[in-house]
């Protein structure tokens, strides 16, 4: 049998943080709710070209950091990503020979499921009601899912990440 070491691995974590980041930097009000889903783009493009290294509970744990970095619930978002990434993971074969076009669209819905999970908890918990602006950030994370999967694919390939 034979194991690959993985390499890259800070290079790809580095780009988690960057997503974290990104995903919790203030901006103008007008434009805060497009906010596309940085972290779960970047965890699902990676999840896309590596899920043997990059999967569920990457995703667990950095749901639950992001949960801590937005003073949510402990496990909302962590159950959100995990499922999310469940659903990439279940049509990861598919989806790699989709067009471009194609695997934004299922990226869309994916994006809108994650969202629709968060809502579905935190309604549960009594803090939220339904409001289309909740989908804001999945139509802006098909915008640019494009552009993040070229990015994702680049580092991956000029840092050898295995």
């Known amino acids: ?4 070491a993985a390499n890259g691995r800070p290079v790809a974590w580095l ?5 974290l980041v990104l995903q919790v ?20 493009c990676w999840t896309l070209h ?7 509970f990457t995703a667990f744990i950095l749901g639950v950091i992001l949960d801590v970095l937005l003073g949510s619930h402990l496990g909302v978002n962590a159950l959100a990503l995990s499922i999310s990434v469940y659903f990439v993971l279940l049509y990861q074969q598919r989806l790699i020979n989709f067009p ?10 994916i994006m809108i499921l994650y969202h629709l999970i968060v809502f579905w908890i935190e ?7 339904f409001s289309l602006v909740l989908f804001y950030p999945a139509f802006a994370s098909f915008i640019f899912w494009r552009w993040g999967n070229w990015m ?11």
């Open 123 to 129: 309604f549960i918990l009594g803090e939220t009601e």
């Open 15 to 19: 780009t988690f943080i960057v997503g």
């Open 50 to 56: 590596l899920p043997h290294r990059y999967s569920i």
């Open 100 to 109: 471009q076009w194609q695997q934004a669209l299922v990226v869309l819905a």
């Open 152 to 162: 994702i694919r680049r580092i991956a390939l000029k840092y050898r990440v295995t």
């Open 25 to 44: 930097m203030p901006l103008p009000m007008e434009i805060s709710a497009w906010r596309p889903d940085w972290l779960l783009l970047i965890l699902m």
């Open 1 to 4: 049998m034979n194991y690959q």
